[in-house]
């Protein structure tokens, strides 16, 4: 097989991620619309990757002794305007503070600049028996430069 390149998991800029995306026919109703539950995903991979980069890796906080993973507790989504197949999408992730074991997470996707969509999420670090733990040491320490800085 070919040396194929690193999928492409966007980049950070002045502690933000940005991911693109691309609208697919498959993302979109008859109307070629996005269907609102795919905003949902889109800001997933936004969550997902912004982790791996950071230097957090899924697989090594469940190979952990308890194994912890990452729920979404709460999700807030605003629609504003509607993307559209074929369209260059831009996810911007910004993690905003760390409350015991909850992230709180600000997103918005975008096109061209103008915003689509925002949401607010609250993920929670829980061990696969769902009993909320805080993150671990070396994840906090991780991602503590991403975290907002309060005025």
């Known amino acids: 097989?070919?040396?194929?390149?690193?999928?492409?998991?966007?980049?950070f800029?002045?502690?933000?991620?940005?991911?693109?995306v691309r609208v697919y026919y498959e993302d979109t109703d008859a109307t070629g619309i996005v269907y609102h539950g795919n905003y949902l995903r889109y800001?997933?991979?936004?969550?997902?990757?912004?982790?791996?980069?950071a230097g957090v890796s899924h697989?090594?906080?469940?190979?952990?002794?308890?194994a912890i993973v990452f729920v979404v507790r709460r999700v807030e989504l605003d629609f504003i305007r509607p993307a559209k197949v074929d369209?260059?999408?831009?996810?911007?992730?910004?993690?905003?503070?760390?409350q015991g074991p909850?992230?709180?997470?600000?997103q918005q996707v975008e096109r061209d600049s103008e915003v689509l969509a925002k949401?607010?999420?609250e993920v929670v670090c829980i061990t696969l028996e769902g009993r909320p733990v805080r993150p671990p040491h070396d994840?906090?320490?991780k991602l503590s430069a991403f975290f907002a800085r309060e005025s």
């Open 13 to 20: 800029i002045d502690g933000e991620h940005l991911l693109p």
């Open 87 to 98: 369209d260059a999408l831009l996810v911007r992730t910004r993690y905003e503070r760390l």
């Open 139 to 141: 994840m906090v320490n």
């Open 119 to 121: 949401a607010k999420v």
């Open 59 to 66: 697989t090594g906080l469940r190979a952990r002794d308890p």
């Open 1 to 11: 097989m070919p040396d194929l390149p690193t999928p492409f998991t966007g980049r």
């Open 102 to 106: 909850r992230i709180h997470i600000a």
């Open 43 to 53: 800001c997933e991979r936004g969550r997902t990757d912004f982790i791996r980069m």
